[in-house]
């Protein structure tokens, strides 16, 4: 984790890249920034031993044929995605909202990554 690209703009990190290692010995490798200068779209790709998983423009692709589709954000950036919006709209509209026991896992995760960093530096 590393803020280079925005430093002294925001608080914190701009950049996240992880090499993964899972209980079962399966690798991976993560990397996300919101420090690149183009509206570039997400895109993820999960590779499996039987098969793949990408996620290009708003649309899920399962071994090559289209799964599912995600209408574009209506403002912003294409790389912010629709769903801080449709968080916000789950809240006022339905009254539904994430917990902090709903979030324990990703925050666990972060600060592994955090402990990982600080012990390899």
Known sequence: MCNHTLERIIEVEDTLAAHLEFGDGVKGVFFATNGYG???APFFE???????AAYINQKLWVNGVLAA???PASAGKDYWGSGHERLIGRFYD???YFS???????METVFAMYEDARISS
């Open 38 to 40: 183009e509206n570039s």
């Open 94 to 96: 339905e009254g539904k």
């Open 46 to 52: 999960i590779s499996f031993g039987r098969g793949t």
């Open 100 to 106: 902090l026991y709903d979030a324990a896992n990703t």
């Open 69 to 71: 589709e995600d209408a």
